[in-house]
């Protein structure tokens, strides 16, 4: 069974930075097409390192399955639910996602 599980959410102060989790089971994480997603109030879901705009940053620990992101300097309009995604056995597996939340 494909779980993506997230966490690390939280609720932070414009500037301050996040490192928020996704830990996959169910298939490898090396070579696995895996990514970050957002979904803000109101708007529909963008994919994190384009929204991020080079403050954001994604790395991977593929003896853990774990994929991390990295958000610096978080602003007001960063305040999402963010979710893992992955695209494995011809299929799109979403995690629950986790809240993030700035405040100016």
């Known amino acids: 069974e494909v779980r993506l599980v997230e966490s690390g959410g939280g609720f932070v102060q414009a500037g301050e930075s996040l490192r928020l989790s996704c830990v996959v089971s169910?298939?490898?994480?090396?070579?696995?097409?895996v990514k970050w997603a957002r979904r803000g109030p109101g708007k529909g879901p963008e994919w994190v390192l384009s929204?991020?705009?080079?403050?954001f940053t994604i790395t991977r620990d593929n003896a853990e399955n774990t994929l991390w992101l990295q958000l610096n300097n978080l602003q007001p309009e960063d305040t999402a639910v963010y979710y893992c995604?992955?695209?494995?056995?011809?299929?799109?597996?979403w995690g629950q996602g986790t809240q993030v939340t700035v405040s100016s």
């Open positions: 995604n992955a695209n494995v056995f011809t299929a799109i597996y």
């Open positions: 929204a991020g705009q080079g403050r």
């Open positions: 169910g298939f490898a994480l090396s070579g696995s097409d």
